[in-house]
């Protein structure tokens, strides 16, 4: 069964991190591509950022030079470090994996994600 765990959101002030952890079981998960996605109130879930099994990253314009994603295979873990946060950054983020070639597609049901939220 898979499972997918995140944790490390928070509240914080604009212009500071978190960095946010994805437990992943229930699937071979050092082949497969990850991604990070968020769902704001009101709006729909957005892809985020992604990485390839072999460490290959991607991200959404909006996160670009922001944000890091990475991933630790022997942990089966995914990460998302987020630097200069800004309150449209606010947002409940959750990880999954994604399909080969397209990470908007994911394979799984979402995990209860972890919120996040920029406010001074």
């Known amino acids: 069964q898979v499972q997918l765990v995140e944790s490390g959101g928070g509240l914080v002030q604009p212009g500071g991190s978190l960095r946010l952890s994805c437990a992943a079981s229930?699937?071979?998960?050092?082949?497969?591509?990850m991604g990070w996605y968020r769902q704001a109130p009101g709006k729909q879930r957005e892809w985020v950022a992604g990485?390839?099994?072999?460490?290959?990253?991607n991200y959404a314009d909006s996160v670009k030079g922001r944000f890091t994603i990475s991933r630790d295979n022997a942990k089966n873990t995914v990460y998302l470090q987020m630097n200069s946060l800004k309150p449209e950054d606010t947002a409940v983020y959750y990880c999954n994996r994604a399909s080969l070639g397209n990470y908007r597609q994911t394979q799984h049901d979402w995990g209860q994600g972890t919120q996040v939220t920029v406010s001074s």
């Open positions: 229930g699937f071979i998960f050092n082949i497969n591509p």
């Open positions: 990485i390839t099994g072999g460490g290959s990253a």
